[in-house]
């Protein structure tokens, strides 16, 4: 600047929370109580010279200290704080107003829950809000930082979109733009796209095929999924390739541009991996995850008309689950490599989720695995996931039956609690590096409350089929408003249910038009139900219907 300069100098600061000094930004944090304002604020700066002329005449902001200046930042910005700081030259500054607009991607909340404690209605509205703020032009790991839209997560938020608002845009999107990153060289899609830094993490690219599947069964586009099956086939047999002959099972090596990264347990810092698995190559959460996709690979083909090809997908997910209990099973626990490999260091609940995921741990097994790595007893020890993977533990407990994902509900959602009790009011990215306090992954609330309290899911693709099992269990009411794609139109099912003075409960199952009038015909659909004391049955033609399940049958409530 010239020498006549004024100084005024208008600088802003943001921050999602106050902190204490960073161990190393971005990436290790020492947060705790958000709203400490004892703390200090730290993230990116706008530096704005106000009145001040530059080297080059050209360069200037206003020759008239009296002129009213706007400042844009040149990207938008996230905050959950802001600090604003002023410094005043020779000349008078007068700051008028600061406007602050809330750019997201227009999600129509079509979904919503009651229940009695208000707790439960905090972490709904949470994870809804969380969810938002991670959707822009794209889905984003966090709005704070990278603003990258990453496989793993799409897969989550998409989900989570779907059962919020019944919308699929971004996630059409979002499939789009991971299956055009596809590098041939490798056989594998980018981990994150769009981006100019192109990174490759295998396990993405699985999810990504999950997130094709997931679009199939909540909207049945045939047509759509099938534009994805080139790709989808040659990831399967980039993972197909790495097969070790000696054990039956994917063998993934370090290599440069690939990081073969798994979740961020504390374990594992700095980068994610498992070091039980360096020595051999062989992971077990690999091969699960891999055989998961292969079986619901073969579930697309089935719903393509494609039976020969959906038989051998099977059968390749048979093989790796059948070399997954030979070679990494010690016979009470799955190891995070070959069991044969001793490791002084703890399995993780990683490799016993995935193993029930892949149908390597069934009945008996996959709940004693589970019940053993949620509650290790004082001779045991599990590496435990993170926020992201907690999703798949909360799918592997609905998936194993009886009553785990019942017993644990509650308790599951303590990580959750914590961070309300810490003053967030998004999910943060994880608690090892406390990084980023807003991460989409961490919106599992959505999913569980919608398609596991209140039992609604695709029974059939495009909920051509509406399954309905709700868990009245949990909460003595509970009501639950869904969105539901049809043929004719966005629906909306209502689900509610009260203990009637006897003991039963009184259970109600209801669908309207989104955006309908009152008086319109609702619609008629077809439901799978299952409830408690009472056989499977499919009802055609369903616009309301009501059910009683005897209180012998519910036993007792959890809320």
Known sequence: M?????????????AESYEDEPVEVPDIRRKGQRCDYSKSLSGPKDIYEVNSRGIDNDLLYTLNPESAVIIRAFHWRTFRFIRVN?????????????TINKVN?????LADIDAPDTETKTLWDTSVRTLENCMHDCYEDCPFYEQLQYAMDVRSSALFTYYVSGDDRMARQAIIQLRNSFQARVGLTL?????????IIPHFSLFWILTVYDHLQFFGDTAFTKESLPIIEAVLSFFDNKIDPAFGLVKLEDGPGLWNFVDWAQEWKPHGLNPAVVSTGISTYTNNVYAHTLTNVSAIMCTLGLPHRAEEYQARADSIVQAIRKHCFTGTVFTDTLASASSTAPPSQHAQVWSVLSGAATGDLAREILQRSLFPSS???FIQPSTAMSFYTARALS????????AHFHDFWEPWRAQIKLGLTTWQEDDVSCRSDCHAWGSAPIYEFA?????LSPAEPGWAVIGFAPRVRLYRQFKARVPVPTALGMAVACVAWDVEVSGDVQVELGFEWADGDADERPPKVSVSVRLPGHEDARVD???????????????RFDR
């Open 191 to 199: 981990s994150r796209s769009p981006t100019h830094r192109p990174q």
């Open 2 to 14: 010239s020498e006549d300069a004024t100084g005024n100098t208008l600088t802003l600061t943001y």
């Open 399 to 406: 998936l194993a039956g009886g009553d785990i994902y019942n």
């Open 105 to 109: 991607y227009p999600l129509q909340r």
């Open 451 to 455: 398609g596991e309290v209140a039992g």
């Open 379 to 381: 001779a045991d020890r």
């Open 86 to 98: 002023i410094t005043v030259g020779s000349h008078p500054l007068v700051l008028n107003e600061v």
């Open 541 to 555: 033609g369903v616009s309301k219907a009501a059910f009683v399940v005897n209180a012998v049958d519910v036993q």
